[in-house]
């Protein structure tokens, strides 16, 4: 009975081995050098073109992508060659079953040309704000496939491109600050609006994030309590909370500094 050639099997096996630590290296060093020529690529493109951060890093961000599953795909076919797999049939396979699924993912192909859309059309960048659906916050990534967006409480969301119907861009121009405020009906409103708009001048100096206004309009609303007076201004965009906020610091400042009341809810006990 011949004995079977076990030294030249583990011979075999163990070249296999170091081959396939060999390719799984050059894989990881060809996948980081190409990452950082992207980034540079993109980063002289941003420079020289003159293109916005987010719209760079949205490219950036789908190249990358796409220069991944292409050295994925190279780095099975070339693990397959290592064990004598016939890589045509195997690609020829991968057709006729991509042909019967192709139908059970058209979610899939719903997603990549939706997202193929969106960013032809320049819809969204990264680090914009943005509502689509139930979803509000700041654009993390925009691929071919899903986009994520960022919520203001810290939650990422992951949102399938095909379920985007529709969607607003917040960060398209400038943005608009707006305050309601209420002053009592005893007060004089000809008095306070000029106290606004006093308020509105001098933040109009010191704050380099308004672009124009803030102005008085007038008489909002005749509420039950109060006349609300309403105050507008057009800011740089994603600074329009922070004039907001310092808007309404400054006007109750100024209201308590001149006597103007700002209505709140009282309790009155009477006793027998």
Known sequence: MAEYPWGSLFIGIGFGVIKIIAILIAYFIVR???NKILSGTFESYQKRKNVSEGRAQTLESLTKNVYGYALLFILIVTILQVFNYDVTALIAGAGIIGLAIGFGAQGLVSDVVTGFFILLEKQIDIGDYITTGEFTGICEEVGLRQTKIRGFDGTL???PNREINGMSN?????????????????DEVDK?????QS?????????????EGPSVLGVQNLGDSDVVLRVIA???????WAVERQLRKSIKEAFDMNGIEIPFPHQVNIER
């Open 32 to 34: 980081g050098i190409g």
């Open 157 to 159: 969301h992951y949102v």
């Open 170 to 186: 917040h960060s398209r121009g400038n943005m608009r600050a707006l305050v309601d405020i209420g002053i009592s009906y005893n």
């Open 192 to 196: 306070a609006i000029v106290i606004l």
């Open 199 to 211: 308020v509105c001048d001098d933040l109009a100096e010191s704050n380099p994030a308004i672009i």
């Open 234 to 240: 057009k800011t740089v965009n994603m600074e329009q």
